[in-house]
């Protein structure tokens, strides 16, 4: 049924479950999958201040942000390999995770987007919002919701 399967994590344990509920789907489809790790942008300026940070401290967040990336992919390109599914890595920048997603799914041709739900609820689903409901609500791809 499904041929390319893009799992987008965030690096959390729920993600991380996940990660193995859609490379063991895939496997057992003969799917191969895309992992996606969506990088927000470093804040250039310290809020309230107005000064503009040092460009040292921003290279230093900018090269933490690119490692914890890395680690993620590498938790999925892991999990795909102990399955012997194929895999794809891929990191993007950008300010709305969920458009990423959406992008890159269309963009790489996936049949399906298989993600975690974090279950934020009342107020703080609210205000927040959810990533994985912005994809919900705006994907043209299927996507599956793993809780």
């Known amino acids: 049924m499904f041929k390319h399967i893009l799992i987008p994590t965030d690096g959390s344990r729920t993600a991380a479950k996940a990660i193995a509920a859609g490379v063991q789907l895939a496997k057992e489809m003969g799917a191969r999958v895309t992992g996606l790790y969506a990088q927000e942008p470093v804040p250039m300026h310290i809020h309230g201040e107005g000064y503009l940070a040092d460009p040292q401290l921003t290279a230093e967040f900018e090269r933490r942000a690119a490692g914890y990336a890395e680690r993620c992919m590498r938790e999925l390109a892991d999990a795909a390999a102990a ?3 194929p895999f794809e890595a891929m990191i993007v920048k950008s300010q709305a995770p969920h458009q990423a997603i959406i992008e890159t799914a269309e963009k790489q041709g996936c049949d399906v987007v298989f993600m975690a739900s974090h279950g934020l609820k009342g107020l ?23 809780r």
């Not at 703080?124 to 793993?146: A, R």
């Open 83 to 85: 399955a012997k599914v």
């Open 124 to 146: 703080t689903g609210l205000v927040l919002g959810s990533v994985t409901h912005k994809v919900l609500v705006n994907s043209k791809v299927p996507v599956l919701v793993f």
